[in-house]
């Protein structure tokens, strides 16, 4: 004897209730499979559009200022060949920092103090690194070798 032939209302309701489960997976796959095909489609077109990161504001070799927050005023360019390595370089005279980007190809030091003395602040800046609104007024740099 089989379990519906011994209770006829519990076996309605496990009909029910797989029949339900049947139509729960059948259309979450009518679901799942655009949506699936859809982000496969996006993923291997964003391989070959993508936007290009925005220009530098400094040429290569060279480490460049701004007077005022987010690169505005006249730029100041401190190139790595006319610049010792791992010395302290002074700022144009009379000029102070307040944006700048380091394009050397090395790690750069930016001093508050003109005479690079860590008393004052400073930080140092992988190269590539870009800083639009320095939190203290930079007055000199130190290229590092490595």
Known sequence: MSKCASSAA????????????GAWRSGLRRIAVPVLSVLAAIAVGAGGAY???????????SFCTW?????????HEVGLQATSLEQCVRLQQGAEARSFANNTGRPVTVYQDPDCDTEAEFSTYPTGSQNPRATYVARAIKIWSH
């Open 10 to 21: 519990s076996c309605r309701i496990a009909i029910r209730s797989s029949t339900r489960r």
């Open 51 to 61: 936007a290009a990161p925005p220009e530098s504001p400094c040429p290569a070799g």
């Open 67 to 75: 007077p005022e927050e987010n690169f505005t005023g006249q730029s």
